[in-house]
């Protein structure tokens, strides 16, 4: 069975750091593409990264130069490092498996609450 | 404004047909396979629909279809259970992002 389960969200200050995991298991983890995907109260699903099998990664404009995202392949984990938070960065964030563009799956989201 | 275009609601009675469409371009919906996410109350996303492939667990009353540069999720033989927000994506050759649409509220009169 895939699981994926994200921790470390939290409540931070504007200009915070924080750091979202997602422990995966039930697939081959190095062989897909990873994704962050948030989503801010009442707004839609928007995509936040994603980092290929290959190492590559990928970044929504809003995010660049704030957050990295990273993979450790023998621990089966995938990491979203969020610095220079702001308040519009409030938003539960998800962490997804893909395949030639479709999520597969689904984690069940992490609460990250940017307010001073 | 999002990559991808939606219904911004649509409605139908139980038992009834309906189809959901999610419109791109040549470097998204035109390339690769497009997803479809229900989101039930801001729970989690379930996967419904991988372009035609229908995930395990997924009743066959679901299905996808892709015409050029726009995809469908229809939904035959409505069911109350199935009232929800559903959202689709697919990758963006050219913006190298994922793009999503902005969602459409399915009610279930």
């Known amino acids: 069975e895939v699981q994926l389960v994200e921790s470390g969200g939290d409540l931070v200050q504007p200009g915070g750091s924080l750091r979202l995991s997602c422990a995966a298991s039930?697939?081959?983890?190095?062989?897909?593409?990873m994704h962050w995907v948030r989503q801010a109260p009442g707004k839609g699903l928007q995509y936040v990264s994603n980092?290929?099998?290959?190492?590559?990664?990928y970044y929504a404009d809003f995010v660049k130069g704030r957050f990295t995202i990273s993979k450790d392949n023998s621990k089966n984990t995938l990491w979203l490092e969020m610095g220079s938070l702001r308040a519009e960065d409030t938003a539960v964030y998800y962490c997804?498996?893909?395949?030639?563009?479709?999520?597969?799956?689904w984690g069940q989201g992490t609460l990250v609450t940017v307010s001073s | 404004q999002s990559a991808l275009t939606q219904e911004a609601s649509v409605s139908g009675t139980v038992g009834q047909k309906v189809t959901l469409s999610c419109t791109g371009n040549?470097?998204?919906?035109?390339?690769?396979?497009v997803g479809w996410y229900q989101q039930i109350s801001h729970g989690a996303p379930k996967t419904v629909m991988c372009?035609?492939s229908l995930p395990s667990g997924i009743p066959d009353r679901f299905s996808g279809s892709k015409s050029g540069t726009t995809a469908y999720l229809t939904i035959s033989g409505l069911q109350p259970e199935d009232e929800a927000d559903y959202y689709c994506?697919?990758?963006?050759?050219?913006?190298?992002?994922?793009?999503f649409g902005g969602g459409t509220r399915l009610t279930v009169l």
């Open positions: 994506s697919t990758w963006d050759r050219s913006l190298l992002v994922q793009v």
């Open positions: 372009g035609n």
């Open positions: 997804g498996r893909t395949q030639d563009g479709s999520f597969l799956d």
């Open positions: 039930g697939f081959p983890f190095n062989v897909f593409t």
């Open positions: 980092i290929l099998s290959n190492g590559n990664t």
């Open positions: 040549s470097d998204n919906i035109g390339t690769y396979t």
